[in-house]
């Protein structure tokens, strides 16, 4: 995932607060030889930050973009790639049942195309152990970029986030922020600690309707975002050669 600027909160600054933050949390959740997935890893901004603390933890890496995999390859250093493995969501079926301890993803389930949202929660029920964890920070409405790719906006295309997740996993804690800034994110964002439902507590319910297009609705605050490219243009800043 790219964080980028809202507002004034340059991608840097985003960059240092919630990696800062999140490791807080992840140092609770994560044991010595974990098994680690990093579901939306994007360039590795966390990722880089376990491989480095934890010097025998594994970490797989799934994310739907090919570029962002790429990004990620360059960006982890070199001394920890062979405990990183990276996968494309439709090759994610190659990490193997029950095998992951402690599962994360930020700011990306929101995104998730609709024909694909139950799939990928689904995913991470499979590869998850029993009683493995799973953490999510997340926006509360559905959304995506616009057709110029400079706002994210609040859709309804008939997923209930919370409703399909808390089909396959048990929800254990809000997990708090203390940052002004994270304490803002808050107001629009979930911040949950789940873990595994083996089996699942009901029978899988479809998600269906959503081929019909997209209602708009309002999103509960306005969020200014620059155009990718200068995203991707702080990525190849921050990233070492």
Known sequence: MILSDI???????RWEVETEEQMAHFRRWIKQ????????IGVGRVSKEILKEFPRVEVNGVDESKRMLTYCKKYIPR???ARLHLFHFDKMRKIKDNSVDFAFS????????????QKAVQELHRVIKPGGL??????HNRCTFDNYRTHITGYDDGIDQLKVIRQYFQEKEDVPYTS????EILKICFSKLFSKISPCSSPPQSVGGFTTGYKKINAPVALRHKALADSLQDIKRLTPL
């Open 134 to 139: 799973l953490y999510l920070l997340n926006m």
């Open 180 to 183: 002004d800034y994270m304490k």
């Open 33 to 40: 030889d974990a098994v680690v997935l990093d579901f939306g």
């Open 7 to 13: 507002g004034t909160l340059h991608t840097g600054y």
């Open 79 to 81: 001394e920890y790639r």
């Open 106 to 117: 930020l700011h990306v389930l929101q995104h998730v195309e609709a024909s694909k949202f």
